[in-house]
């Protein structure tokens, strides 16, 4: 099996590299968190040095990383993946950043006759360890010909959806509707309570009919619960529908249920719950209406 390179050992990071040592891949990671890299070394990765000696050691290298500065800063910085790599590897990128950003990392490498896939992926926390992510990628066919075998111990769903850059326009997409769609349950579940409604037997009611999607059953349970354990963070939601109305701007596209969506995650960070679950978007209409899903027992 090839050897990976793997930079980026957070919450979605750490489950991704274990199905790649699953699936008996040699994996050297290098974080700048020294208790994620010692513990993704417990899970039988090599150590990397750094960035760049991640990249000298494997030719083929993924990236798992907040947003496009951090990307830009370990890819292309002075210590960076591509100061190391060699002509012919190839760059993973796995991170949800702005087409605009996919696309100048992507010019940067080809300089060096580095190739460039970006590659972000839906599901969160679960599907990364189960291994089934949504992969949207963007790149050259031959590319992404290239990482596929890769990707596919990684999701169960892979997916060239164009040049570089449309894997992350298609996962600002992605990141509207799953982020209008909490939005949207948080309402009706709210409205369903004051009702005098239990919203457990409201949620049973409606997951099988039209209104029901994954993004109801995933996280309307989190929400009635109460439970806000983070599988993918409000304050990252909040960057991707950033990303996503300013890339609208630039090709003149209105997103209104977005910028509606944007504000309350911002308003939800600035209370401090930008470090909890994004089903915890629902709890803005909590706040606003003055009532609380959640089951009698809850």
Do not use: W
């Not at 994620?36 to 960035?51: P, V």
Request: proline letters at 5%; one cysteine or more.
């Amino acid at each position: 099996m090839a050897s990976v390179g793997f930079v980026g050992l957070g919450i979605m990071g750490r489950p991704v590299l274990r199905n790649l040592l699953k699936a008996r891949h040699t994996v050297i990671a290098y974080g700048r968190t020294p208790a994620k890299l010692d513990a993704c070394i417990a899970d039988g990765a090599q150590r990397g040095t750094s960035n760049a000696d991640v990249g000298a050691r494997a030719r083929i290298v993924i990236t798992m990383l907040p947003d496009g500065p951090q990307v830009e800063e370990v890819v292309l910085g002075p210590n960076g993946i591509l100061s190391g790599s060699k002509p012919g590897s190839l760059i993973i990128d796995m991170s949800s950043i702005s087409p605009l950003v996919s696309q100048k990392i992507a010019a940067a490498t080809a300089q060096k006759s580095v190739d460039f896939l970006d590659a972000p992926v839906s599901g969160g926390e679960p599907k990364a360890i189960d291994g089934t992510l949504a992969i949207m990628a963007g790149g050259k066919p031959d590319v992404f010909a290239k990482a596929e075998p890769i990707l596919k111990c990684l999701g169960s769903s892979v997916t060239l959806t164009g040049p570089v850059g449309a894997g992350n326009a298609t996962k600002l997409a992605n990141q509207i509707m799953v982020a209008c769609n909490i939005a949207a349950m948080g309402e009706a579940l709210a409205l369903a309570t004051r009702c005098g409604l239990n919203p457990e037997v409201v949620f049973n009611a409606v997951k099988n009919g039209l209104a029901g999607s994954a993004v109801l059953n995933a996280k309307g349970p989190m929400l009635i619960a109460r439970n806000f354990k983070p599988g993918f963070k409000i304050n990252l939601h909040q960057k991707d529908l950033r990303n996503a109305l300013k890339t609208a701007e630039a090709n003149n596209v209105c997103l209104l249920l977005t910028a509606h969506v944007q504000q309350m995650l911002s308003s939800l960070i600035a209370n401090g719950k930008g470090e909890l679950d994004h089903s915890a978007i629902a709890t803005f209409v909590e706040t606003a209406s003055h009532v609380e899903v959640k089951a009698p027992s809850a």
